[in-house]
């Protein structure tokens, strides 16, 4: 059973209800069990979902979109099972960071791995064995680490623009 939404005291709160992922942001009731329940907040003493999405109810909007604490949500969606309200903090995060990307606040290593993965697709390029290729080979799978490239250029063009 979900309790009525209340209504959000803040334009940012707002801004992201009107987001896809934030629509259920006014039915957080601040109860703590995202953070009690998420593997992450278990094993770190900063990142705390409910304290982050109680600065998006009161408007901390700079301080939301600049800062690295939205980005290490897993989605792994242990908080919205355990939500007794059907909110997603983890929908929520992503139209945090969705906004945080429109306009470049996005933490340097996330830039750094994206550039990894977009140069070639392969973020693990240097675990690339000659064992590895030996075994492509013998799948009759291409060998060369270059092999999606184009697919790599559309998405940075399509999505990335000129972020990264």
């Keep these: 059973m979900t309790s009525e939404p209340h209504s959000p005291s803040s334009a940012f709160a707002l801004e992201l209800s009107d987001l896809p992922g934030g629509e259920l942001l006014s039915r957080c009731i601040?109860?703590?069990?995202?953070?009690?329940?998420?593997?992450?907040?278990?094993?770190?003493?900063?990142?705390?979902?409910?304290?982050?999405?109680?600065?998006?109810l009161i408007g901390k909007r700079e301080?939301?979109?600049?800062?690295d604490i939205p980005?290490?949500?897993?989605?792994?969606?242990?908080?919205?099972?355990?939500?007794?309200?059907?909110?997603s903090p983890a929908d929520i995060f992503q139209a945090v960071r969705h906004l945080a990307v429109q306009e470049g606040h996005v933490p340097e290593i996330f830039r750094s791995t994206a550039r990894l993965v977009?140069?070639?697709?392969?973020?693990l390029k240097d675990s690339y064995s000659d064992f590895i290729e030996d075994d492509r080979e013998d799948l009759g799978l291409d060998t060369d680490l270059h092999w999606n490239s184009e697919f790599t250029e559309r998405v940075r063009k399509r999505y990335l623009g000129g972020i990264l």
């Excluded at 009690?36 to 304290?51: E, F, G, L, N, Q």
């Excluded at 301080?63 to 800062?67: A, H, I, N, P, T």
């Excluded at 977009?118 to 973020?123: K, M, N, S």
């Design 118 to 123: 977009l140069d070639d697709g392969w973020i």
């Design 71 to 87: 980005w290490f949500c897993m989605t792994c969606r242990m908080c919205e099972d355990r939500c007794q309200e059907d909110v």
């Design 30 to 56: 601040q109860c703590g069990i995202c953070t009690a329940t998420c593997p992450v907040s278990s094993v770190s003493d900063i990142y705390r979902p409910r304290k982050l999405i109680q600065k998006i």
């Design 63 to 67: 301080e939301v979109l600049k800062s």
